[in-house]
């Protein structure tokens, strides 16, 4: 008699983060519109993480606490799991998960690997966030082929790694990652992102006139952003007499510094919801010069949004960004060159609007359901459906 296909509803699965809400970022925002995608669809959800009483906002599914000490070298914002632990282990016995997703190379997700195997149980690994470059922006580059080492092992114990773009596949393979291979993308919610949310009135607010040229910078204001190296090309826009303004929508332990590295920017806050789709797209030029991302949202949602991309040519962006179409991609370090970009965009209105629908156009196909289902499928094929 043949067996019956697995169904959604079939799937028990064990989600390991990180940080699953109580700092905001693009990783943590991901992983819970899965759950929600899992959710709907009949899955059974049991999430694992470190949490504070403190969260930045509502989990999606059922969460369960992980003990966790915070971070050291200032970055108390982040909690570090243990592996583990006794309580967390009972708890998942308890669920009996046939699908393991860990996100994050850390004690806790590795813990939850060996666990996985000494049960016969399939696991995957997303990756979100390329924790080997964090380490030269606090002057401790010199372990990055140790951290790169660790990473590499632990993604080759689980049964499949889901990067979110092709380019951040062919690292690991690089590095020497032999799991197959499945891309997990993102989506973008096009009703926040779009156009039409432009709006000069707040602009004007902020200082900035309807003539006036406002660089962007949107996300956590960490070093390993790419702050510096935003900061130097400001200088060098202004020692070139590019008019511009920078706008800088987002909060994070870096603000003071970059606040004193770029004088004159304008800060405009956490930003949520439609307000922050506004900020979005009340920019003219979105710079990321992060090579940090393994997708980088950021840059999607301002293609949605209309405004052209000035992005480090690494991943996070060489998937998304079309040189020359859409906005420019620049080696990493090269100031001259992302002030060429960006001068170039300022200085001709027909090419930032072209560059803007371009961009527009190319967002338009990013969409959540698509991207989170090529997930469940994934579970269901490590099942044999």
């Known amino acids: 008699m043949a067996r019956a296909s697995m169904q959604p509803s079939d799937l028990r ?31 059974a959800v049991r999430v694992y993480s470190p949490t504070t009483d403190r969260p930045a906002f509502p989990p999606v599914g059922d969460l369960v606490p992980v003990p966790a000490i915070p971070l050291p070298a200032g970055r108390e914002e982040y909690r570090l799991g243990r592996y583990l632990p006794a309580a967390t282990r009972a708890d998942l016995e308890a669920f009996a998960p046939n699908i393991v997703h ?187 010069p992060s090579i940090t991302e393994t997708f980088g949202n950021v840059t999607t949602e301002a293609m949605a949004a209309g405004v052209p991309v000035v992005a480090a040519r690494a991943t996070g962006a060489v998937d998304l960004v079309e040189d020359g179409v859409t906005g420019f991609l620049v080696d990493p370090m090269d100031i001259a060159g992302y002030a060429d970009a960006i001068g170039r965009i300022v200085a001709d209105p027909t090419l930032r609007d072209r560059m803007g629908a371009a961009g527009a156009a190319s967002a338009a196909t990013y969409r959540w359901a698509t991207a989170n289902q090529a997930v469940l499928d994934t579970y269901l094929d490590l099942h044999g459906r």
């Open 13 to 43: 699965v064990a989600l390991f983060s990180g940080n699953y809400n109580y700092t905001r970022d693009g990783a943590n925002q991901a992983l819970n519109l899965l759950v929600r995608h899992l959710l709907d669809h009949g899955v």
């Open 102 to 288: 860990v996100s994050a190379p850390d004690l806790l997700n590795h813990g939850a690997v060996s666990w996985a195997r000494r049960h016969g149980i399939p696991s995957v690994a997303s990756f979100h966030t390329r924790f080997e470059t964090y380490f030269r922006y606090y002057r401790i580059g010199f372990v990055e082929p140790v951290i790169k080492a660790i990473m590499t092992r632990f993604y080759n114990r689980v049964d499949r790694v889901m990067p979110p773009s092709p380019s951040m596949g062919a690292l690991l393979q690089d590095w020497g990652v032999t799991t197959p291979i499945t891309i997990w993308s993102r989506g973008i919610d096009h009703d926040r992102f779009k156009p039409e949310r432009r709006d000069p009135a707040w602009r004007r607010s902020l200082g900035i006139a309807d003539h006036e040229i406002a660089i962007g910078f949107l996300g956590r204001l960490v070093k390993e952003k790419g702050l510096d190296v935003f900061a130097e090309v400001v200088k060098e826009l202004t020692r070139r007499g590019v008019p511009h303004k920078v706008l800088v929508v987002g909060k994070g332990p870096a603000q003071d510094w970059f606040a004193q590295q770029a004088p004159g920017a304008i800060f405009a806050g956490f930003q949520s919801g439609n307000d922050l789709g506004r900020a979005v797209a009340s920019m003219d030029v979105f710079f990321n």
